[in-house]
């Protein structure tokens, strides 16, 4: 069974300030990973994807690198902002699979 | 550009009592998918359908059931609710022969037993 964890599952900063969220995952043969925003009793707002073929994802200040023989993904966010204050999800959908695995999430606060 | 639609957004029921949740996957999207999540954990899958019929199945209790319609619609029937039934439950619809378009989640129905 696919098992994927996230760490820290809480951080703060402060304002500005470059972050990087981990996520790793026990089984390998992936076809994608996805990482997904969450504000408080909210949906999920899907941020990046990246193909199992892929070593990084760009959007704005965000970028997801993905290593599958490792089975580590990290979601950068760059100058953070108190708007990026949420629980970020990363989530594996499993070769052969059509269901996602997520992870456990880290809450973030971006301090004023 | 039109998202997944579930409804309703909140539903309190009693003990005992039957739920039902609709989603509307996003147009054209053959591909839907249940989840839940409870108060603090990640969201765990329920189950799947593509092209109507019952495709993967995860967590679901027996109590639970759900079907899609033809027009690609799903529902999810939820009896004899426990307490421990309370949670966001999530749909979210995808294209099979378009993989790597990734999952669009709707924005959960909030279910509360008391």
């Known amino acids: 069974k696919q098992e994927v964890t996230q760490i820290p599952a809480a951080l703060s900063v402060p304002e500005g300030e470059n972050l990087v969220l981990n996520c790793s995952f026990t089984d390998s043969a992936i076809y994608n990973l996805q990482w997904f925003r969450q504000d408080p009793g909210k949906g999920l707002t899907s941020l990046l994807l990246?193909?199992?073929?892929?070593r990084e994802q760009t959007s704005g200040r965000l970028n997801a690198s993905l290593d599958k023989s490792s089975g580590r993904s990290t979601l950068y966010i760059a100058a953070s902002q108190p708007g990026d204050s949420a629980t970020y999800l990363c989530?594996?959908?499993?070769?052969?699979?059509?269901?996602?695995?997520f992870g456990t999430g880290t809450r973030l606060t971006v301090i004023p | 550009a039109a998202g997944v639609i579930q409804s309703p957004r909140h539903l309190i029921k009693e003990k005992r009592e039957t739920a039902t949740l609709k989603c509307y996957p996003i147009p054209r999207h053959d591909t839907v998918y249940w989840y839940q999540q409870g108060p603090g954990q990640d969201p765990q899958f329920l189950i799947s359908f593509y092209e109507k019929m019952q495709s993967d199945k995860g967590s679901i209790p027996d109590r639970f059931s759900a079907q899609q319609f033809s027009d690609y619609h799903s529902e999810l029937n939820m009896s004899s609710l426990e307490l421990g039934d309370s949670a966001l439950y999530f749909c979210a619809s995808s294209l099979a022969s378009r993989p790597n378009y990734g999952y669009t989640f709707g924005s959960g129905t909030r279910l509360t037993v008391v």
């Open positions: 989530a594996v959908r499993r070769a052969g699979a059509n269901n996602l695995f």
């Open positions: 990246i193909q199992s073929s892929q």
